[in-house]
């Protein structure tokens, strides 16, 4: 569900200097959820893994391809998508569910792709495919698809703004969503202000090890040293972060 507010965009432009996979590490400090979900599965994979990570909110959908719509095709959706860009405490990343069984079309191609850049959106996932791969790179576009179909077949939007489900999680419009070449994971809003700074942390603390590992000398028992002070620094982290801790 959506925030009572959003992060700033100096949090947010903060948050995509990390990895997502770092993200999700410091995630798990907080103790907020189990460290087995939150994450999509591997079948959703970035279309473009050399663009930079990106953040922004759910703006979620509902897709179809197989049979003709009742009205209207998927260009005419778009205004309503647009307009919910404007209910969402951020910039948009567009989730779509595509509902058919096998997926029968693509979701996107150039035109959306470059309507919602145009509107402010960060990216675009669904569990569904894409098409116009190429014109979608270059106007530097990133998007998370579970692969690529030449055709658009009878493409049109079901419902705007509904739960979705994407790589084995259940997405809710207006959640706070981190993806890169590794995956997309969201986050929650209850700790999002507080995760780019547990990035930075983190980040040092890992730096201990790769620092020993550049030595000109190194050994199994001075690994073992910088990894025990790794660990040190991580588990104070997560104490101080760690809701369980507190009453």
């Known amino acids: 569900m959506a925030a009572s507010s959003g992060l700033t965009t100096t949090q947010l432009a903060e948050l995509v200097k990390y990895d997502t996979p770092t993200v999700c ?11 087995n979900i939150g994450y999509m599965n591997e079948s959703i994979k970035a279309c473009f893994p050399q663009m930079p990570p990106i953040a922004g909110y759910a703006l979620t959908s509902f897709f179809r391809s197989q049979a003709p719509p009742r009205g209207g ?13 404007a209910s969402l ?14 997926i029968a079309a693509a979701t996107f191609g150039e035109v959306m792709c470059t309507t919602y850049k145009a509107f402010g959106a960060q990216g675009l996932i669904t569990s569904g495919t894409g098409r116009d791969l190429d014109q979608v790179e270059r106007i530097g576009f990133p998007c998370f698809t579970s692969g690529a179909t030449c ?5 049109h939007i079901l419902a705007v703004g509904v739960p979705v489900v994407v790589g084995g999680i259940t997405v809710y419009q207006g959640d706070l969503l981190h993806a890169d070449r ?13 995760v780019a700074g547990c990035c930075r942390e983190f980040a040092a ?24 002070a790794c660990g040190d620094a991580i588990d104070s982290l997560s104490k101080r972060v760690c809701r369980s801790n507190r009453g």
């Open 89 to 102: 405490h951020g910039p948009p990343i567009v989730v779509f569910q595509d509902v058919d069984a096998p």
């Open 182 to 194: 590794n995956g997309v994971t969201t986050i929650p809003h209850e700790v999002a202000s507080e």
């Open 151 to 155: 055709a658009h077949g009878y493409s």
């Open 25 to 35: 590490n410091v995630i798990e400090l907080f103790d907020v959820r189990p460290r």
């Open 205 to 228: 603390a890992e730096q201990i090890i790769f620092d020993y590992l550049k030595g000109a000398k190194i050994s199994a028992a001075g690994f073992e040293e910088a990894r025990r």
């Open 73 to 85: 095709d998927v260009y005419a959706s778009l205004t309503k998508q647009i307009e919910g860009f």
